[in-house]
């Protein structure tokens, strides 16, 4: 994004204050901030809009793989370390099929691939992409499989060949899915960026040496291709963090177009290709395809995504409301917690295992843990006296018992005053929960 200044000076300098602003310096500085569009300025001229466009493009392009419902983005990241800011496009799992599998077996494979999912936090985890592999080598063959996978599934698909032949009979025969094309390198690059031009899908430039896949972009982006991705051929994984670093910092750091692109990583099969798609997933991978996952595999791959790629400002978060647990009645007793998910989920997990029914009232704390938000006031008596009403908490439950974490004890006294219930306390930790409610 440019400076302020930069911004100002190709502004028209009138001060008239029809951006809302009273003077250009003033909207120049909300601009910068992202406060404010340059549209909102309706004398700036087309060359200071198209040059102000180019260099507040993001240093990583956004490419996207796919269409409709199901597309997967990546790049448009603007940060080296997540603390900065946030990671914004989470890498994108991918898991190979074989173009010689029978329907049958892509059927069951595909099926496989859909399992691979778990919820955790209130969020889906699970593979993003389905990549062909054309081990046939057989142009038509690599197009028949990628008609049928197309039909069988609305995931984003990547296509991978190294023959030019192979992937322009796929690539047509899927344009529309707008597939990523995987598998240019130095000598046949030409014939890729035709074909990805043609169907007008991504394209995925493979090489050794940074220095050569530079140039590899700066020809596909003659030819006519923008959205491209690197295919970083590595030997290992130092070599894996060194060169994506470097692209990161190029890109963000130094505003280097050249290598402004998202990461593919080829992690291939085994415990190697797990490490292999972790290290991926904290240093800058977009993609990282794998031959094969097993369960224990995929899950901890997944955590390990879902923590670099949570806004560290925003913890996950769950709807404010009373929410029942263990089919309860009239009679039985409220608890509350707050909507941090990570929270929220452990006490509801603890309480569907103790088998007794409750209500689980959950208090907005702009997603702070229950210590947390009780020490900055964000969880006091007259909170959850509010929440309760809000949700009609006692129009569900008429036990008039409230039971609050023990954390809190020292509420128990002024919330008894304000809701009028019996308070309860409850066990310092959730794990307590499953014994104590039995024994409520
Ligand atoms: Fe300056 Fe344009 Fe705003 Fe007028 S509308 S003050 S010219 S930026």
């Not at 496989?112 to 038509?140: H, K, M, T």
């Not at 995987?182 to 890729?192: S, T």
């Not at 020292?410 to 009028?420: A, D, H, I, P, Y």
Request: aromatic letters at 6%; a neutral charge; proline letters at 6%.
């Amino acid at each position: 994004m440019p400076t302020a200044i930069e911004i100002f000076k190709l502004l028209p300098k009138k001060n008239c204050g029809k951006c809302n602003y009273p003077t250009c310096l003033a909207f120049a500085m909300h601009i910068a901030n992202s406060k404010a569009k340059l549209e909102d300025c309706p004398f700036i001229s087309e060359e200071a809009k198209a040059s102000l466009a180019a260099s507040a493009a993001p240093p990583i392009r956004l490419v996207k793989i796919g269409h409709g419902a199901r597309v997967f983005e990546m790049g448009d990241e603007t940060e080296l370390y997540r603390h900065e800011k946030k990671f914004f496009h989470p890498t994108g799992y991918a898991l190979t099929i074989p173009d010689s599998s029978t329907p049958e077996e892509m059927r069951g494979r595909l099926g496989r691939i859909e399992a691979l999912s778990y919820e955790r936090v209130g969020q889906r985890l699970g593979i993003d992409l389905i990549a062909l592999n054309n081990d046939s080598d057989d142009p038509s063959k690599f197009a028949e499989s990628a008609r049928a996978l197309s039909d069988l599934t609305d995931q984003p698909i990547v296509l991978l060949s190294d023959s030019a032949a192979s992937m322009r009979s796929a690539a047509a025969s899927v344009a529309a899915k707008r597939p990523l094309l995987c598998g240019a390198v130095k000598d046949n690059l030409a014939d890729f960026v035709a074909v990805a031009k043609e169907a007008g899908c991504p394209l995925a430039i493979r090489g050794k040496e940074l220095r050569e896949l530079a140039e590899m972009v700066a020809k596909a982006r003659a030819g006519g291709v923008e959205d491209l991705v690197l295919d970083l051929e590595v030997a290992t994984l130092k070599e894996l963090v060194e060169k994506a670093t470097i692209i990161r910092r190029h890109s963000v750091k130094k505003s280097f177009r050249g290598l402004g692109y998202p990461i593919l990583v080829r992690a291939g099969a085994g415990e190697g290709a797990v490490l292999k798609g972790m290290i991926a997933t904290m240093k800058y991978g977009s993609i990282v395809i794998f031959e094969d996952l097993k369960d224990s595999e995929a899950m901890p791959l997944f955590v390990l995504r879902q923590n670099i790629f949570t806004d560290p400002q925003v913890p996950i978060q769950v709807k404010p409301g009373i929410y029942p647990v263990n089919n309860p009645g009239e009679q039985a007793p409220i608890l509350f917690t707050t909507n941090f998910s990570l929270t929220y989920f452990t006490v509801l997990a603890d309480i569907e295992k103790s088998k007794m029914p409750a209500w689980l009232q959950v208090v907005d704390t702009e997603g702070l843990s229950v210590m947390t938000a009780y020490s900055a006031s964000k969880l006091t008596p007259e909170i959850v006296a509010k929440a309760l009403e809000d949700s009609g908490a006692n129009t569900r439950s008429r036990s008039g018992q409230l039971v609050i974490p023990g954390m809190v004890t020292r509420m128990s006294g002024k919330l008894q005053e304000v809701t009028g219930m019996k308070i309860i306390v409850g066990p310092k930790e959730s794990s307590g929960l499953p014994k104590f409610l039995k024994n409520l």
